[in-house]
T-cell receptor
Framework: AQTVTQSQPEMSVQEAETVTLSCTYD???????LFWYKQPPSRQMILVIR??????QNATENRFSVNFQKAAKSFSLKISDSQLGDTAMYFC???????????????FGQGTILTVHP | NAGVTQTPKFQVLKTGQSMTLQCAQD?????MSWYRQDPGMGLRLIHY???????DQGEVPNGYNVSRSTTEDFPLRLLSAAPSQTSVYFC?????????????FGQGTRLTVV
């Protein structure tokens, strides 16, 4: 079974600064996808960014970027120019690729609560 | 554009009662799934379906049943509610597993079993 670990239960950052959330995963598969989801107090799950394992280039979406280290099985999220609206729970998630034992199963980490202070 | 609709949003059950959490999507997505969210444990997969008539178990399936008779609907049944099933439940759908892998989530159901 795949595992996803977020070792930071809580993080805080000042508005306009940069913060990095950590995520590691364990898998024996070579084909998979990784995600970061945001869950604000409204409880809605919102996709922040997605990374295909076969792509070496790190994904970027505006102020959000990832550092994908496939050999180290690490997938951290960097938020630049933090805004008050970034305050939320952030989940790292793993989706197994076709042909693997975890095909179709989305596995989440425990979550990191991020608070952005004015 | 409704997306993924879950009902009810809140529910209190007594131990031993049964109920069905409803999930419907209007995006013609093939893939649907149910998760439960508990503090410190993230979201855990209960059951999933890759298309109408096809379902499979996830990480924590015990105490729950699902069926997928139509593309749009994927209800989750609690057979005999237990306090350990107190949780927030999310339904999600995706157009297909690959290459478009984004999952769209409902707004969740907070279930309390007393």
């Amino acid at each position: 079974a795949q595992t996803v670990t977020q070792s930071q239960p809580e993080m805080s950052v000042q508005e306009a600064e940069t913060v990095t959330l950590s995520c590691t995963y364990d898998t024996s598969e070579s084909n998979y996808y990784l995600f970061w989801y945001k869950q604000p107090p409204s409880r809605q799950m919102i996709l922040v960014i997605r990374q295909e394992a076969y792509k070496q280039q790190n994904a970027t979406e505006n102020r959000f970027s990832v550092n994908f280290q496939k050999a180290a099985k690490s997938f951290s999220l960097k938020i630049s120019d933090s805004q008050l609206g970034d305050t939320a729970m952030y989940f790292c998630a793993f989706l197994g690729g076709a042909g693997g034992t975890s095909y179709g199963k989305l596995t989440f980490g425990q979550g990191t609560i991020l608070t952005v202070h004015p | 554009n409704a997306g993924v609709t879950q009902t009810p949003k809140f529910q209190v059950l007594k131990t031993g009662q049964s109920m069905t959490l409803q999930c419907a999507q209007d995006m013609n997505h093939e893939y649907m799934s149910w998760y439960r969210q508990d503090p410190g444990m993230g979201l855990r997969l209960i059951h999933y379906s890759v298309g109408a008539g096809i379902t499979d178990q996830g990480e924590v399936p015990n105490g729950y049943n699902v069926s997928r008779s139509t593309t749009e609907d994927f209800p989750l049944r609690l057979l005999s509610a237990a306090p350990s099933q107190t949780s927030v439940y999310f339904c999600a759908s995706s157009p297909s597993l690959y290459p478009n892998t984004e999952a769209f989530f409902g707004q969740g159901t907070r279930l309390t079993v007393v």
